[in-house]
């Protein structure tokens, strides 16, 4: 029992100021509940709003692609300046140290490779993404594909219901097929159909007319890099998507296929979080490479 020696009577009720209550600063989050909104603002900052989230999730697709050969050498270094890592379980588990204290966006859909054309993905389950303390599961959409569209928007309608239950966000990740246009319309419609079956954020590409996507998508868009541009181009990209409305990126390859992938991940950060034009981004990334 508490030690209840001198023990004080409450008296500060203040009972003539009304509760504070405050806006949440995630779209489309205010009515989720308290682990859902912890799990997202470790990935979306408190202040800006976004997030420069680091794609090292390739691998359970394309096996050891450049830059990603040896995670412990190209990745660790670069894991203190991302806000989330978003990779597979298997890296997670040998080659994430367990005490970096960053969110995880974990990799939750697995079943094809570049070998093949997509084919049944399976969805983990979630006591797997509960045991590894994740912060949201990434689930991929191919919207457009005639044989992988119904199978994918399943999971990612099952993978939100299992998130629900434990407090863990999904993130919608829409596919690009060989087929499928690149456009506003195309990602519109992806975007949109991955927040309506329950994602509460959404990763897509940039386009013309990506404002529009955004404005149509009741949650956060972050942007996939994509392959890999020139720095400057890169930074650009990022600029333009921040500008549209993307709560943040969701960077691969232009960050650890550039020649200095330290420097480009804090030029990124700089143009995402506080708006730095995409010339002075890349004046940042030359000075810290040096
Ligand atoms: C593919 C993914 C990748 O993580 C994504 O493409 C990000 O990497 P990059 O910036 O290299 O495109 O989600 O489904």
Request: glycine residues 8%.
């Amino acid at each position: 029992m508490a030690d209840l020696d001198d023990l004080r009577e409450g008296s500060k009720f203040n009972t003539d100021i009304a509760v504070q209550n405050q806006a949440f600063h995630i779209k489309g989050a205010s009515h989720l509940g308290w682990g859902m909104k912890d799990r997202l603002t470790r990935i979306f900052n408190a202040k800006t709003g976004k997030a420069v989230m680091l794609a090292f999730d390739h691998g359970f697709i394309m096996g050891p692609t450049s830059g990603l050969e040896r995670i412990d050498l190209t990745i660790t270094p670069l894991m203190e300046y991302a806000d989330c890592l978003m990779c597979s379980r298997g890296i997670l588990q040998t080659s994430v140290p367990a005490n970096i204290n960053k969110p995880i966006c974990l990799r939750a859909d697995a079943g094809s490779t570049i070998l093949t054309e997509l084919n049944d993905n399976v969805v983990i389950d979630i006591e797997d993404a509960v045991r590894m303390n994740v912060s949201a599961m990434a689930v991929m959409l191919a919207i457009g594909d005639p044989k992988m569209e119904a199978k994918t928007v399943a999971n990612l309608y099952h993978a939100a219901n299992q998130g629900a239950k434990y407090g863990i966000p999904v993130m919608g990740v829409t596919a690009v097929g060989k087929e499928m246009a690149r456009d506003a319309r195309y990602f519109g419609l992806a975007s949109r159909v991955a927040a309506e079956n329950g994602a509460n954020i959404v990763k897509t590409y940039y386009c013309d007319g990506f404002s529009n996507v955004v404005a149509a998508c009741p949650v956060p868009v972050v942007i996939a890099g994509g392959k890999k541009l020139p720095e400057l181009e890169a930074l650009d990209l990022c600029y333009r998507a921040i500008n549209d409305g993307a709560a943040g990126v969701d960077m691969g390859r232009n960050v650890f296929q550039s020649e200095s992938p330290i420097a480009m991940i804090q030029a990124v950060h700089a143009v995402v979080h506080e708006g730095l034009d995409p010339h002075k981004a890349f004046e940042m990334f030359n000075d810290l490479k040096k």
